[in-house]
């Protein structure tokens, strides 16, 4: 019994010693070594690291790559009459910035620590979405959350078990720009297997192995270990199966901005009756190298996702979205999950109740920013989560709001 005893505990520490090993690794490969670093005062560390460094240059298709410092186009101003012109203050700021700025020649890179590491599911899924299922078509819950229209264009949005969206569509053209101006929010989290967004996803490729570009901003307790909202970025080629990640977490993205941290928090959040705050995400298509490019705020350029890594997106998006997605491995189980999206509140709260997308752009060849001639809403659970195009007049152009608490009494 003894002995039996002590084998067990030699095969725990044999574990534990491999899992370390294997930790550090990771975090080797992650954490490139910092010329300066920061520490902000929300308890994350900011490493600023040369630029010809960074994570991006580890990926195969990217060993050879010359980095572009900038883009090499340009899109043609909005005449005064499509502008909106009743903008909300945007003065959202990354919390890091307060703390310290880096080094011309390095970018900010938020530091991954071994706890980050240990809460993800296994060291190779960490930084990326859980894979998509979906509900067969055959079933109640596909059939009653079917395609939408599209100036009667049939598109079919397919019920995913482990997630649930409050979106703005559109289809029908090539695209290869998309824009929003985000209201900023903290929703509830009520569990860390799940999160919760608001953003812009530029889409191509086949349903279920697509190809997507996205930004904007995410609660993510597992991810980032806390419930902050953060800025994030994402990319995928295969519909989040095994490519593609969260940020820096894995290589692809080239960051050009020294001070841009992808990850970081935000602030001041909006409030429920009070101040309205938002940020303008855009994402576009260099036509003459075909990397997409990131520009957030006032244009602020912050790098751009190499086109070499895509086969579809080398091209065009086929669809794009704005609105929120929450994800919870109990998405369709009863009781539902308490996890909100955006502010917490319905659409129907609309302007400083409501979180929502202003602005919403597409650009096309003509390299101009346009708002989209087709869309639709979609919200696969309406009564958990809703989106609302409200058009308030003839003169004002439709602003999107989507959200929801989750659980509630219509949503049990």
């Known amino acids: 019994m003894t002995m039996l005893i002590f084998d067990k505990v030699l095969h725990a520490k044999a574990r534990v010693t491999r899992q370390t090993l294997e930790v550090d690794m990771k975090l080797k490969l992650l954490n490139k070594p910092a010329v300066k670093s920061i520490k902000s005062s929300d308890g ?26 900038k883009p090499s186009f340009s899109i043609a101003s909005e005449t005064p009459s499509t502008k909106d012109e009743t903008k909300s203050e945007q003065v959202v700021y990354q919390i890091w910035q307060r703390s310290g700025s880096c080094p011309q020649g390095t970018i900010p890179i938020r530091r991954i620590r071994s706890e980050d590491l240990l809460r993800a599911d296994s060291l190779e899924r960490y930084g990326k979405k859980s894979p998509i299922t979906y509900y067969e078509t055959n079933t109640t819950t596909a059939q009653a959350n079917g395609p939408i229209f599209i100036n009667n264009t049939k598109v079919a949005l397919a019920q995913q078990v482990n997630r649930s969206a409050a979106l703005l569509v559109t289809v029908g053209y090539n695209y290869i720009g998309a824009q929003g101006d985000i209201n900023l929010w903290n929703p509830h989290v009520a569990s860390p297997d799940e999160y919760t967004t608001a953003q ?97 705020g006032d244009g602020v350029v912050a790098g751009y996702w190499p086109g070499t890594l895509f086969s579809y997106l080398k091209h065009s998006a086929i669809l794009v979205q704005w609105g929120g997605e929450v994800y919870s491995p109990n998405m369709w189980t009863h009781p539902h999950p308490q996890t909100a999206m955006g502010s917490g509140e319905f659409a129907s709260s609309l302007h400083g109740g409501a979180c929502y997308i202003k602005g919403v752009r597409i650009v096309d060849y003509s390299m101009s920013l346009k708002y989209p001639e087709r869309v639709n809403t979609w919200a696969d659970q309406a009564y958990c989560y809703s989106a609302y195009n409200y058009i308030e007049g003839y003169t004002v152009e439709p602003v999107l709001y989507f959200g929801g608490p989750g659980r509630n009494t219509l949503c049990p």
């Open 44 to 69: 994350d560390i900011i490493d600023c690291v040369d630029i010809y460094k960074q994570p991006a240059f580890d990926h195969p298709a990217l060993r050879n790559h010359t980095i572009q410092m």
């Open 200 to 296: 812009i996803w530029l889409k191509a490729g086949i349903s279920d192995g697509f190809e997507s570009i996205e930004a904007g901003w995410v609660v993510n307790p597992k991810l980032y270990g806390d419930t902050q909202t953060r800025l994030f970025i994402y990319w995928t080629l295969d519909a989040y199966k095994s490519t593609g990640c969260f940020d820096l977490t894995c290589t692809g993205f080239v960051q050009t901005n020294p001070k841009i941290a992808l990850g970081t928090a935000l602030g001041p959040i909006s409030s429920d009756g009070g101040p309205q705050y938002q940020f303008t995400v855009s994402i576009n298509m260099d036509p003459n190298t075909s990397n997409w490019w990131l520009k957030l």
